[in-house]
Protein backbone atom coordinates (compact mmCIF):
# COMPACT_ATOMS: atom_id res chain seq x y z
CA UNK A 1 0.00 0.00 0.00
CA UNK A 2 1.59 3.23 -0.66
CA UNK A 3 2.20 5.77 2.15
CA UNK A 4 -0.02 8.41 0.83
CA UNK A 5 -3.32 6.35 0.90
CA UNK A 6 -2.92 5.02 4.36
CA UNK A 7 -6.36 6.05 5.43
CA UNK A 8 -8.74 4.04 4.24
CA UNK A 9 -12.17 5.37 4.80
CA UNK A 10 -14.32 2.94 6.19
CA UNK A 11 -17.15 1.87 3.57
CA UNK A 12 -20.67 2.16 4.10
CA UNK A 13 -22.38 -1.30 4.56
CA UNK A 14 -26.01 -1.71 2.87
CA UNK A 15 -28.59 -3.68 5.38
CA UNK A 16 -32.11 -4.04 5.88
CA UNK A 17 -33.72 -2.67 9.07
CA UNK A 18 -34.75 -5.81 10.07
CA UNK A 19 -30.86 -7.45 9.88
CA UNK A 20 -29.69 -4.38 11.69
CA UNK A 21 -31.98 -4.49 14.56
CA UNK A 22 -30.74 -7.90 15.37
CA UNK A 23 -27.89 -6.49 15.52
CA UNK A 24 -26.17 -7.41 19.14
CA UNK A 25 -22.38 -7.86 18.89
CA UNK A 26 -19.73 -4.57 18.91
CA UNK A 27 -15.84 -4.57 19.27
CA UNK A 28 -13.16 -2.43 18.43
CA UNK A 29 -10.08 -3.26 16.27
CA UNK A 30 -7.22 -2.45 18.07
CA UNK A 31 -6.21 -0.97 21.28
CA UNK A 32 -5.99 2.67 20.33
CA UNK A 33 -8.22 5.16 21.91
CA UNK A 34 -9.34 6.03 17.89
CA UNK A 35 -9.12 2.74 16.72
CA UNK A 36 -12.88 2.15 14.51
CA UNK A 37 -15.85 0.33 16.40
CA UNK A 38 -17.46 -2.05 14.48
CA UNK A 39 -21.02 -3.87 14.86
CA UNK A 40 -20.96 -7.48 13.31
CA UNK A 41 -23.91 -7.68 11.53
CA UNK A 42 -25.50 -11.38 11.33
CA UNK A 43 -25.27 -11.75 7.84
CA UNK A 44 -21.56 -11.86 8.58
CA UNK A 45 -19.82 -8.63 8.40
CA UNK A 46 -18.68 -6.01 10.17
CA UNK A 47 -19.51 -2.52 9.93
CA UNK A 48 -18.77 0.58 11.12
CA UNK A 49 -20.96 2.51 8.67
CA UNK A 50 -24.02 2.34 6.86
CA UNK A 51 -25.60 3.83 4.24
CA UNK A 52 -29.70 3.76 3.92
CA UNK A 53 -32.57 5.22 2.01
CA UNK A 54 -35.77 4.90 3.51
CA UNK A 55 -38.81 6.97 4.57
CA UNK A 56 -38.67 9.51 7.10
CA UNK A 57 -41.63 9.02 9.26
CA UNK A 58 -40.84 10.88 12.39
CA UNK A 59 -38.65 13.09 13.73
CA UNK A 60 -38.17 14.68 17.57
CA UNK A 61 -36.29 17.37 18.71
CA UNK A 62 -34.96 15.99 22.53
CA UNK A 63 -33.01 17.54 25.08
CA UNK A 64 -32.24 21.07 26.71
CA UNK A 65 -28.83 22.05 26.67
CA UNK A 66 -27.82 19.36 24.60
CA UNK A 67 -30.16 19.40 21.86
CA UNK A 68 -30.87 16.52 19.48
CA UNK A 69 -32.82 15.02 17.02
CA UNK A 70 -34.19 11.78 16.95
CA UNK A 71 -36.16 9.93 13.80
CA UNK A 72 -37.39 6.90 12.17
CA UNK A 73 -36.47 5.70 8.77
CA UNK A 74 -38.60 3.20 7.45
CA UNK A 75 -37.73 0.86 4.91
CA UNK A 76 -39.58 -2.92 3.36
CA UNK A 77 -38.28 -4.97 6.36
CA UNK A 78 -38.64 -2.72 9.85
CA UNK A 79 -37.55 0.16 10.96
CA UNK A 80 -33.96 2.23 11.81
CA UNK A 81 -33.61 4.55 14.79
CA UNK A 82 -31.91 7.59 13.70
CA UNK A 83 -30.09 10.24 15.73
CA UNK A 84 -27.69 13.11 15.52
CA UNK A 85 -26.62 15.64 18.06
CA UNK A 86 -24.64 19.03 18.88
CA UNK A 87 -21.39 16.68 17.92
CA UNK A 88 -23.21 16.45 14.18
CA UNK A 89 -23.87 19.95 13.88
CA UNK A 90 -24.09 19.31 9.99
CA UNK A 91 -26.16 15.97 10.76
CA UNK A 92 -28.52 17.69 12.67
CA UNK A 93 -29.26 21.17 10.97
CA UNK A 94 -29.65 18.75 8.24
CA UNK A 95 -32.06 16.33 9.93
CA UNK A 96 -33.62 19.87 11.36
CA UNK A 97 -34.58 21.19 7.74
CA UNK A 98 -36.76 18.00 6.45
CA UNK A 99 -39.94 17.69 7.04
CA UNK A 100 -41.65 13.97 7.30
CA UNK A 101 -42.63 11.93 5.52
CA UNK A 102 -39.41 12.29 3.44
CA UNK A 103 -37.46 9.65 1.09
CA UNK A 104 -34.10 10.36 3.02
CA UNK A 105 -30.42 8.69 2.28
CA UNK A 106 -28.57 8.30 5.57
CA UNK A 107 -25.01 7.83 6.07
CA UNK A 108 -24.37 7.30 9.70
CA UNK A 109 -22.41 4.80 12.21
CA UNK A 110 -24.29 2.24 13.89
CA UNK A 111 -24.52 2.42 17.85
CA UNK A 112 -25.40 -0.16 20.45
CA UNK A 113 -27.72 0.71 23.63
CA UNK A 114 -28.68 -1.19 26.54
CA UNK A 115 -31.38 0.27 28.05
CA UNK A 116 -32.22 0.63 31.70
CA UNK A 117 -34.46 -2.20 31.85
CA UNK A 118 -31.52 -4.58 29.56
CA UNK A 119 -33.10 -4.21 26.00
CA UNK A 120 -30.21 -3.63 23.51
CA UNK A 121 -31.16 -1.26 20.93
CA UNK A 122 -29.09 -0.22 17.53
CA UNK A 123 -29.49 3.35 16.55
CA UNK A 124 -27.19 5.53 13.56
CA UNK A 125 -25.99 8.23 14.39
CA UNK A 126 -26.85 10.27 11.26
CA UNK A 127 -23.24 11.59 9.49
CA UNK A 128 -25.40 13.30 6.60
CA UNK A 129 -28.35 12.92 5.62
CA UNK A 130 -30.52 14.27 2.40
CA UNK A 131 -33.72 14.10 0.79
CA UNK A 132 -33.77 11.89 -2.58
CA UNK A 133 -36.79 10.00 -4.30
CA UNK A 134 -38.68 7.16 -4.52
CA UNK A 135 -36.74 5.58 -7.53
CA UNK A 136 -33.12 6.05 -5.65
CA UNK A 137 -34.83 4.36 -2.44
CA UNK A 138 -36.04 1.16 -5.04
CA UNK A 139 -32.17 1.18 -6.16
CA UNK A 140 -31.36 1.19 -2.46
CA UNK A 141 -34.00 -2.15 -2.10
CA UNK A 142 -31.97 -3.81 -4.77
CA UNK A 143 -28.14 -2.78 -4.20
CA UNK A 144 -28.91 -3.63 -0.34
CA UNK A 145 -30.83 -7.11 -1.39
CA UNK A 146 -27.80 -7.63 -3.77
CA UNK A 147 -24.75 -6.97 -1.18
CA UNK A 148 -27.40 -8.54 1.94
CA UNK A 149 -27.17 -12.22 -0.89
CA UNK A 150 -23.43 -11.43 -1.47
CA UNK A 151 -23.04 -11.83 2.62
CA UNK A 152 -25.29 -14.80 2.46
CA UNK A 153 -23.55 -16.94 -0.03
CA UNK A 154 -20.22 -16.24 1.28
CA UNK A 155 -21.30 -17.29 4.44
CA UNK A 156 -19.19 -19.19 6.58
CA UNK A 157 -16.35 -19.03 4.59
CA UNK A 158 -15.02 -15.80 6.07
CA UNK A 159 -13.97 -14.95 9.58
CA UNK A 160 -16.60 -12.10 10.29
CA UNK A 161 -19.50 -14.42 8.36
CA UNK A 162 -17.85 -17.53 10.99
CA UNK A 163 -17.82 -15.01 14.33
CA UNK A 164 -21.38 -14.08 13.10
CA UNK A 165 -22.34 -17.61 13.38
CA UNK A 166 -20.82 -18.25 16.70
CA UNK A 167 -22.62 -14.85 18.44
CA UNK A 168 -25.88 -15.17 16.30
CA UNK A 169 -26.22 -18.73 15.13
CA UNK A 170 -27.45 -17.05 11.64
CA UNK A 171 -29.79 -18.88 9.48
CA UNK A 172 -29.00 -17.58 6.09
CA UNK A 173 -32.92 -18.38 4.83
CA UNK A 174 -34.29 -16.59 7.01
CA UNK A 175 -32.44 -13.70 5.61
CA UNK A 176 -32.93 -14.40 2.65
CA UNK A 177 -36.70 -14.99 3.04
CA UNK A 178 -35.88 -11.18 4.77
CA UNK A 179 -34.45 -10.27 1.56
CA UNK A 180 -37.20 -11.42 -0.98
CA UNK A 181 -40.28 -10.24 0.63
CA UNK A 182 -38.19 -6.89 0.20
CA UNK A 183 -38.17 -7.28 -3.04
CA UNK A 184 -41.28 -7.97 -3.28
CA UNK A 185 -42.14 -4.61 -2.03
CA UNK A 186 -40.64 -2.62 -5.05
CA UNK A 187 -43.30 -1.80 -7.67
CA UNK A 188 -42.75 -2.06 -10.86
CA UNK B 1 61.73 -10.52 -1.34
CA UNK B 2 62.55 -7.78 -3.42
CA UNK B 3 60.47 -4.88 -2.85
CA UNK B 4 60.58 -3.12 -6.98
CA UNK B 5 58.90 -6.59 -7.71
CA UNK B 6 55.82 -6.06 -5.19
CA UNK B 7 55.74 -2.59 -6.34
CA UNK B 8 55.37 -4.11 -10.35
CA UNK B 9 52.72 -6.60 -8.70
CA UNK B 10 50.94 -4.03 -6.82
CA UNK B 11 50.70 -1.53 -9.81
CA UNK B 12 49.93 -4.34 -12.57
CA UNK B 13 46.97 -5.32 -10.36
CA UNK B 14 45.39 -1.80 -10.24
CA UNK B 15 45.87 -1.27 -14.26
CA UNK B 16 44.16 -4.42 -15.22
CA UNK B 17 41.18 -2.43 -12.70
CA UNK B 18 41.40 0.40 -14.79
CA UNK B 19 43.18 2.65 -11.98
CA UNK B 20 46.72 4.01 -12.91
CA UNK B 21 48.93 4.03 -9.96
CA UNK B 22 51.73 5.84 -8.89
CA UNK B 23 55.01 3.38 -9.08
CA UNK B 24 57.04 5.60 -6.65
CA UNK B 25 53.98 5.74 -4.90
CA UNK B 26 53.67 2.28 -3.38
CA UNK B 27 57.15 1.09 -3.51
CA UNK B 28 57.71 4.19 -0.76
CA UNK B 29 54.63 2.98 0.48
CA UNK B 30 56.44 -0.56 0.75
CA UNK B 31 59.47 0.60 2.52
CA UNK B 32 57.83 2.50 5.06
CA UNK B 33 55.83 -0.69 6.38
CA UNK B 34 58.70 -3.02 5.88
CA UNK B 35 61.55 -0.89 7.03
CA UNK B 36 60.34 1.38 9.35
CA UNK B 37 57.30 -0.60 10.77
CA UNK B 38 58.77 -4.38 10.59
CA UNK B 39 55.55 -5.54 8.54
CA UNK B 40 56.38 -8.64 6.51
CA UNK B 41 56.56 -7.95 2.92
CA UNK B 42 53.51 -10.11 2.13
CA UNK B 43 51.13 -8.45 4.97
CA UNK B 44 52.90 -5.07 3.42
CA UNK B 45 51.72 -6.35 -0.01
CA UNK B 46 48.51 -6.58 1.12
CA UNK B 47 48.12 -3.32 2.82
CA UNK B 48 49.50 -0.99 -0.26
CA UNK B 49 46.88 -2.88 -2.26
CA UNK B 50 44.14 -2.43 -0.14
CA UNK B 51 44.78 0.92 0.74
CA UNK B 52 44.86 2.00 -2.94
CA UNK B 53 42.00 0.03 -4.27
CA UNK B 54 40.00 2.24 -1.77
CA UNK B 55 41.67 5.32 -2.80
CA UNK B 56 41.19 4.77 -6.36
CA UNK B 57 37.63 3.63 -5.66
CA UNK B 58 38.45 0.02 -7.01
CA UNK B 59 36.77 -2.70 -5.51
CA UNK B 60 37.48 -6.66 -6.04
CA UNK B 61 41.13 -5.87 -6.18
CA UNK B 62 43.48 -9.16 -5.25
CA UNK B 63 40.21 -10.92 -4.77
CA UNK B 64 40.07 -13.62 -7.51
CA UNK B 65 37.41 -12.50 -9.51
CA UNK B 66 38.34 -10.46 -12.37
CA UNK B 67 34.57 -9.76 -13.33
CA UNK B 68 35.05 -6.35 -14.68
CA UNK B 69 36.99 -7.27 -17.57
CA UNK B 70 34.40 -9.49 -18.81
CA UNK B 71 32.07 -7.99 -22.03
CA UNK B 72 28.17 -7.74 -20.58
CA UNK B 73 25.05 -7.08 -22.61
CA UNK B 74 23.68 -3.88 -20.99
CA UNK B 75 20.14 -5.53 -20.30
CA UNK B 76 22.02 -7.52 -17.84
CA UNK B 77 23.79 -5.15 -15.55
CA UNK B 78 22.16 -4.09 -12.29
CA UNK B 79 23.26 -2.28 -9.17
CA UNK B 80 26.73 -2.60 -7.44
CA UNK B 81 27.96 -4.41 -10.72
CA UNK B 82 31.48 -3.50 -11.81
CA UNK B 83 31.34 -3.95 -15.88
CA UNK B 84 32.64 -3.79 -18.81
CA UNK B 85 30.34 -2.74 -22.12
CA UNK B 86 30.11 -1.96 -25.22
CA UNK B 87 27.77 0.60 -26.68
CA UNK B 88 26.70 3.22 -29.02
CA UNK B 89 26.15 7.17 -27.54
CA UNK B 90 22.77 7.52 -27.95
CA UNK B 91 22.10 10.90 -25.98
CA UNK B 92 24.34 13.72 -24.35
CA UNK B 93 22.31 15.97 -21.96
CA UNK B 94 24.04 18.85 -20.97
CA UNK B 95 25.95 18.74 -17.19
CA UNK B 96 23.70 20.00 -14.08
CA UNK B 97 27.26 20.23 -12.10
CA UNK B 98 30.70 21.18 -12.17
CA UNK B 99 31.80 17.90 -11.06
CA UNK B 100 30.28 16.23 -13.93
CA UNK B 101 31.81 15.89 -16.94
CA UNK B 102 29.19 14.44 -19.25
CA UNK B 103 25.77 12.57 -18.92
CA UNK B 104 23.79 10.76 -21.31
CA UNK B 105 22.72 7.42 -22.31
CA UNK B 106 24.67 4.33 -24.08
CA UNK B 107 22.76 1.56 -25.85
CA UNK B 108 23.66 -1.91 -27.70
CA UNK B 109 21.58 -4.08 -29.37
CA UNK B 110 20.35 -5.28 -25.97
CA UNK B 111 18.81 -1.91 -23.52
CA UNK B 112 20.51 1.15 -22.85
CA UNK B 113 21.05 2.57 -20.22
CA UNK B 114 22.03 6.45 -18.69
CA UNK B 115 25.78 7.26 -18.11
CA UNK B 116 27.52 9.94 -15.98
CA UNK B 117 31.15 10.87 -16.05
CA UNK B 118 32.68 12.91 -13.51
CA UNK B 119 35.10 15.60 -14.10
CA UNK B 120 37.82 13.61 -11.74
CA UNK B 121 37.47 10.67 -13.81
CA UNK B 122 39.61 12.29 -16.44
CA UNK B 123 38.41 10.82 -19.50
CA UNK B 124 37.91 11.56 -22.88
CA UNK B 125 34.69 13.02 -24.36
CA UNK B 126 32.35 10.52 -26.27
CA UNK B 127 30.97 11.47 -29.31
CA UNK B 128 27.19 11.47 -30.05
CA UNK B 129 26.45 8.22 -31.96
CA UNK B 130 29.89 6.47 -32.19
CA UNK B 131 30.72 3.03 -30.29
CA UNK B 132 32.79 2.94 -27.01
CA UNK B 133 34.42 0.20 -25.18
CA UNK B 134 34.61 1.35 -21.14
CA UNK B 135 36.09 -0.72 -19.07
CA UNK B 136 35.65 -0.84 -15.25
CA UNK B 137 32.90 1.47 -14.94
CA UNK B 138 30.86 0.91 -11.48
CA UNK B 139 26.89 0.71 -12.08
CA UNK B 140 25.27 2.00 -9.08
CA UNK B 141 21.70 3.33 -8.60
CA UNK B 142 20.43 7.58 -9.20
CA UNK B 143 17.18 8.23 -8.15
CA UNK B 144 15.88 4.57 -8.50
CA UNK B 145 17.43 3.97 -11.49
CA UNK B 146 20.10 2.24 -12.71
CA UNK B 147 23.31 4.54 -13.59
CA UNK B 148 27.01 4.05 -14.93
CA UNK B 149 29.14 5.81 -13.34
CA UNK B 150 32.56 6.46 -15.37
CA UNK B 151 35.04 7.33 -12.97
CA UNK B 152 38.65 7.60 -12.49
CA UNK B 153 39.42 4.01 -13.08
CA UNK B 154 37.23 3.34 -15.68
CA UNK B 155 39.21 3.09 -19.28
CA UNK B 156 37.61 4.31 -22.51
CA UNK B 157 38.15 2.92 -25.80
CA UNK B 158 36.83 4.34 -29.05
CA UNK B 159 35.58 1.49 -31.62
CA UNK B 160 35.34 1.57 -35.26
CA UNK B 161 31.92 -0.14 -34.77
CA UNK B 162 29.36 1.58 -36.56
CA UNK B 163 26.52 -1.20 -36.66
CA UNK B 164 22.83 -0.04 -36.45
CA UNK B 165 20.82 0.03 -33.83
CA UNK B 166 17.23 -0.49 -33.68
CA UNK B 167 15.99 -0.38 -29.67
CA UNK B 168 13.31 -2.51 -29.12
CA UNK B 169 9.64 -0.91 -28.09
CA UNK B 170 8.50 -1.58 -24.83
CA UNK B 171 4.91 -1.61 -24.13
CA UNK B 172 3.78 1.72 -22.41
CA UNK B 173 2.21 -0.26 -19.73
CA UNK B 174 5.88 -2.41 -19.36
CA UNK B 175 7.89 0.63 -18.34
CA UNK B 176 10.50 0.79 -15.92
CA UNK B 177 12.61 3.78 -14.53
CA UNK B 178 15.86 4.24 -16.66
CA UNK B 179 15.68 3.93 -20.24
CA UNK B 180 12.71 2.98 -22.64
CA UNK B 181 11.58 3.28 -26.06
CA UNK B 182 8.36 3.63 -27.44
CA UNK B 183 5.71 3.97 -30.18
CA UNK B 184 2.75 6.03 -28.55
CA UNK B 185 0.28 8.74 -29.24
CA UNK B 186 -0.16 12.06 -28.17
CA UNK B 187 -3.25 12.26 -26.50
CA UNK B 188 -3.41 15.29 -24.53
CA UNK B 189 -1.15 18.31 -24.32
CA UNK B 190 -1.29 20.07 -21.37
CA UNK B 191 -0.39 23.84 -20.20
CA UNK B 192 3.27 24.00 -18.94
CA UNK B 193 3.78 24.50 -15.15
CA UNK B 194 7.55 25.84 -15.34
CA UNK B 195 8.86 28.58 -17.52
CA UNK B 196 11.93 25.72 -17.84
CA UNK B 197 9.13 23.56 -19.59
CA UNK B 198 8.42 23.30 -23.40
CA UNK B 199 6.11 20.71 -23.27
CA UNK B 200 3.90 18.66 -20.97
CA UNK B 201 1.32 16.06 -21.55
CA UNK B 202 -0.05 12.36 -21.64
CA UNK B 203 1.00 9.50 -24.30
CA UNK B 204 -0.46 6.23 -24.98
CA UNK B 205 -0.36 3.23 -26.78
CA UNK B 206 -2.78 -0.07 -26.15
CA UNK B 207 -1.42 -0.74 -23.16
CA UNK B 208 -1.36 2.44 -21.13
CA UNK B 209 -0.59 6.45 -20.75
CA UNK B 210 2.04 7.68 -19.06
CA UNK B 211 2.66 11.53 -19.09
CA UNK B 212 5.84 13.62 -20.77
CA UNK B 213 7.99 16.06 -20.19
CA UNK B 214 9.95 18.11 -22.71
CA UNK B 215 11.94 20.78 -21.21
CA UNK B 216 13.55 23.96 -23.28
CA UNK B 217 16.88 23.07 -24.98
CA UNK B 218 18.01 23.79 -28.32
CA UNK B 219 16.54 22.14 -30.96
CA UNK B 220 14.01 20.46 -29.00
CA UNK B 221 10.55 20.43 -30.75
CA UNK B 222 7.51 20.25 -29.31
CA UNK B 223 5.23 17.18 -30.28
CA UNK B 224 1.84 17.31 -32.15
CA UNK B 225 -1.23 16.50 -30.46
CA UNK B 226 -3.30 13.14 -31.91
CA UNK B 227 0.47 12.59 -33.73
CA UNK B 228 1.90 8.93 -33.64
CA UNK B 229 5.64 8.93 -32.97
CA UNK B 230 8.87 6.17 -32.12
CA UNK B 231 10.57 7.90 -29.45
CA UNK B 232 13.83 6.26 -28.93
CA UNK B 233 15.85 6.46 -25.24
CA UNK B 234 13.84 8.42 -23.02
CA UNK B 235 13.99 8.59 -20.18
CA UNK B 236 11.66 6.99 -17.73
CA UNK B 237 11.37 9.04 -14.02
CA UNK B 238 9.30 7.29 -11.30
CA UNK B 239 8.40 9.77 -8.61
CA UNK B 240 5.49 9.31 -5.68
CA UNK B 241 5.35 5.75 -7.45
CA UNK B 242 3.78 6.95 -10.76
CA UNK B 243 6.61 7.81 -13.53
CA UNK B 244 6.79 9.54 -16.14
CA UNK B 245 8.36 10.55 -19.44
CA UNK B 246 11.30 12.91 -20.17
CA UNK B 247 12.12 13.22 -23.89
CA UNK B 248 15.35 15.33 -23.52
CA UNK B 249 17.29 12.46 -24.22
CA UNK B 250 14.56 11.24 -26.72
CA UNK B 251 14.98 11.38 -30.30
CA UNK B 252 11.54 11.03 -31.50
CA UNK B 253 10.14 10.29 -35.57
CA UNK B 254 7.20 11.00 -36.30
CA UNK B 255 5.30 8.17 -37.38
CA UNK B 256 2.51 6.71 -39.71
CA UNK B 257 -0.81 5.08 -38.43
CA UNK B 258 -2.49 5.73 -35.51
CA UNK B 259 -2.75 3.91 -32.32
CA UNK B 260 -6.34 2.84 -30.05
CA UNK B 261 -5.15 3.88 -27.08
CA UNK B 262 -5.61 1.72 -23.57
CA UNK B 263 -7.26 4.48 -21.30
CA UNK B 264 -7.55 2.27 -18.52
CA UNK B 265 -10.91 4.14 -17.55
CA UNK B 266 -11.87 2.80 -14.43
CA UNK B 267 -15.69 2.35 -14.20
CA UNK B 268 -17.38 2.83 -10.44
CA UNK B 269 -20.91 2.66 -9.82
CA UNK B 270 -21.96 3.21 -6.06
CA UNK B 271 -23.71 5.97 -3.73
CA UNK B 272 -22.61 8.99 -3.48
CA UNK B 273 -22.20 8.92 0.55
CA UNK B 274 -19.88 12.18 1.41
CA UNK B 275 -19.31 15.26 -0.50
CA UNK B 276 -16.11 16.82 0.68
CA UNK B 277 -15.07 20.64 1.72
CA UNK B 278 -13.66 22.32 -1.48
CA UNK B 279 -16.44 21.02 -3.63
CA UNK B 280 -19.00 23.61 -4.83
CA UNK B 281 -18.02 27.24 -6.46
CA UNK B 282 -14.54 27.66 -5.98
CA UNK B 283 -11.53 30.30 -6.73
CA UNK B 284 -8.52 29.50 -8.80
CA UNK B 285 -5.32 31.74 -9.12
CA UNK B 286 -5.44 33.29 -12.50
CA UNK B 287 -1.22 33.22 -12.96
CA UNK B 288 -0.85 30.98 -16.03
CA UNK B 289 0.07 27.71 -15.33
CA UNK B 290 -0.82 28.05 -11.32
CA UNK B 291 -4.30 27.34 -11.30
CA UNK B 292 -4.58 26.67 -7.45
CA UNK B 293 -7.73 26.92 -5.44
CA UNK B 294 -7.59 30.04 -3.50
CA UNK B 295 -8.86 30.73 -0.16
CA UNK B 296 -11.78 32.28 1.00
CA UNK B 297 -9.55 35.72 1.68
CA UNK B 298 -8.03 34.48 -2.72
CA UNK B 299 -5.32 33.84 -1.28
CA UNK B 300 -3.06 31.55 -3.41
CA UNK B 301 -0.31 29.67 -1.74
CA UNK B 302 2.45 30.52 -4.30
CA UNK B 303 1.30 33.73 -5.70
CA UNK B 304 -0.67 35.54 -2.73
CA UNK B 305 -3.45 37.53 -2.53
CA UNK B 306 -4.81 37.31 -6.27
CA UNK B 307 -8.14 39.39 -6.35
CA UNK B 308 -8.83 38.72 -9.72
CA UNK B 309 -9.31 34.84 -9.52
CA UNK B 310 -11.66 33.26 -12.00
CA UNK B 311 -14.33 30.95 -10.46
CA UNK B 312 -14.72 26.80 -11.16
CA UNK B 313 -16.48 24.27 -10.23
CA UNK B 314 -15.91 21.31 -8.56
CA UNK B 315 -16.95 18.31 -7.00
CA UNK B 316 -14.99 16.13 -4.43
CA UNK B 317 -16.72 13.27 -3.36
CA UNK B 318 -16.93 9.74 -1.92
CA UNK B 319 -18.88 6.97 -4.12
CA UNK B 320 -19.19 4.00 -2.30
CA UNK B 321 -19.86 0.23 -3.70
CA UNK B 322 -20.67 -0.81 -0.17
CA UNK B 323 -17.07 -3.07 -0.26
CA UNK B 324 -14.56 0.41 -0.69
CA UNK B 325 -15.02 4.05 -0.84
CA UNK B 326 -13.80 5.31 -3.48
CA UNK B 327 -12.56 9.27 -3.86
CA UNK B 328 -13.35 10.83 -6.88
CA UNK B 329 -13.25 14.60 -8.34
CA UNK B 330 -15.71 16.09 -10.81
CA UNK B 331 -14.76 19.18 -12.81
CA UNK B 332 -16.86 21.93 -13.87
CA UNK B 333 -19.19 20.45 -16.81
CA UNK B 334 -19.58 17.01 -15.11
CA UNK B 335 -20.89 18.97 -12.01
CA UNK B 336 -22.54 21.34 -14.17
CA UNK B 337 -24.61 18.51 -15.30
CA UNK B 338 -24.95 16.75 -12.07
CA UNK B 339 -26.23 19.66 -10.11
CA UNK B 340 -28.47 21.38 -13.15
CA UNK B 341 -26.80 24.64 -12.83
CA UNK B 342 -24.06 25.90 -14.60
CA UNK B 343 -21.21 27.99 -13.98
CA UNK B 344 -22.63 31.51 -14.39
CA UNK B 345 -25.71 30.88 -12.19
CA UNK B 346 -23.78 29.69 -9.72
CA UNK B 347 -21.63 32.89 -9.95
CA UNK B 348 -24.50 34.74 -10.03
CA UNK B 349 -26.36 32.83 -7.10
CA UNK B 350 -23.08 33.32 -4.95
CA UNK B 351 -23.02 37.18 -5.02
CA UNK B 352 -26.62 37.77 -4.62
CA UNK B 353 -27.56 35.47 -1.87
CA UNK B 354 -25.93 36.27 1.77
CA UNK B 355 -24.87 32.50 2.42
CA UNK B 356 -22.55 33.79 -0.72
CA UNK B 357 -20.36 30.38 -1.97
CA UNK B 358 -21.68 28.26 0.60
CA UNK B 359 -24.99 28.00 -1.12
CA UNK B 360 -23.39 26.55 -4.08
CA UNK B 361 -21.71 23.89 -1.68
CA UNK B 362 -25.68 23.37 -0.44
CA UNK B 363 -26.97 23.29 -3.57
CA UNK B 364 -24.72 20.68 -5.44
CA UNK B 365 -24.53 18.65 -1.80
CA UNK B 366 -28.56 18.28 -1.55
CA UNK B 367 -28.39 17.41 -5.35
CA UNK B 368 -25.96 14.68 -5.13
CA UNK B 369 -25.78 13.15 -1.81
CA UNK B 370 -27.23 9.65 -1.31
CA UNK B 371 -28.04 9.37 -5.10
CA UNK B 372 -26.29 6.08 -6.97
CA UNK B 373 -24.08 7.30 -10.24
CA UNK B 374 -21.95 5.44 -12.55
CA UNK B 375 -18.71 7.17 -12.58
CA UNK B 376 -15.75 6.26 -15.12
CA UNK B 377 -12.50 8.11 -15.64
CA UNK B 378 -9.07 7.51 -14.78
CA UNK B 379 -7.66 6.79 -11.41
CA UNK B 380 -4.84 9.29 -10.30
CA UNK B 381 -3.20 9.25 -7.18
CA UNK B 382 -5.99 7.23 -5.22
CA UNK B 383 -8.64 9.49 -6.83
CA UNK B 384 -11.02 8.80 -9.86
CA UNK B 385 -10.97 11.90 -11.81
CA UNK B 386 -14.24 11.56 -13.72
CA UNK B 387 -14.63 11.58 -16.80
CA UNK B 388 -18.30 10.98 -17.41
CA UNK B 389 -21.31 10.59 -14.19
CA UNK B 390 -24.48 8.88 -15.11
CA UNK B 391 -26.94 8.77 -12.50
CA UNK B 392 -28.47 5.00 -12.24
CA UNK B 393 -31.70 4.08 -13.14
CA UNK B 394 -33.31 1.12 -12.05
CA UNK B 395 -33.76 -1.60 -14.12
CA UNK B 396 -36.65 -4.57 -13.64
CA UNK B 397 -35.02 -7.13 -14.88
CA UNK B 398 -32.01 -6.26 -12.26
CA UNK B 399 -34.91 -6.70 -10.03
CA UNK B 400 -36.20 -9.85 -11.61
CA UNK B 401 -32.81 -11.31 -11.13
CA UNK B 402 -32.44 -10.23 -7.24
CA UNK B 403 -35.61 -11.70 -7.19
CA UNK B 404 -34.69 -15.23 -8.55
CA UNK B 405 -31.59 -15.27 -6.81
CA UNK B 406 -33.45 -14.82 -3.37
CA UNK B 407 -35.01 -18.09 -4.34
CA UNK B 408 -39.05 -17.68 -5.15
CA UNK B 409 -40.35 -20.28 -4.21
CA UNK B 410 -39.19 -19.68 -0.81
CA UNK B 411 -42.25 -17.67 -0.16
Keep these: ?188 | MNLSEVTERISRKLEANGAQPDRQKIESRLHRLVEEFGVNTAEAERTVTADLAREYNLTGVGSAGNTATELRPISEIAPGDWVTIEGKIVALTPALSPSIAQNGIIADSSAAIRFVTWTRANAPAMEYGHWYRIESAVVDEYKGTPNLKIHSGTTISRMEKDAPLLPSITPVAELKPGVGSVRAKVIQDWEVSHERMLQTGLLGDETGTIKFVIWKEDAKEKLDLDAVYNIFYATVDEYNGRLSLSLNTAMYISDEGDIEVGRHETEIQGALVHVAPGSGLIKRCPVEGCNRTLSRQNYCPVHEIQPNFRYDLRLKAVLDDGVRAHNVLMQREIVEKLAGITLEEAIGIAETNPLGMDEIFYRIRNAALGRYYTCSGSEFGGRLLVNSCTPVTFKPEELAALLNRAGGEAA
Excluded: H
Design chain 1, 1 to 188: MKPQSAFEREPARRVFASELRETRYQFKEGEDEKSPTYVLLPSGIRSNRIFIVGTLTEKQRKGDQNIFYNGRVVDPTGTFFIMAGSYQPEAMQQLARIEPPAFVAVVGKPNLYTTPDGTCLVSVRVESISVVDRDTRDLWVLDTARETLDRLEAFGTTDDSKKAQEEYGTQPDVYKKIVYDALAQVQL
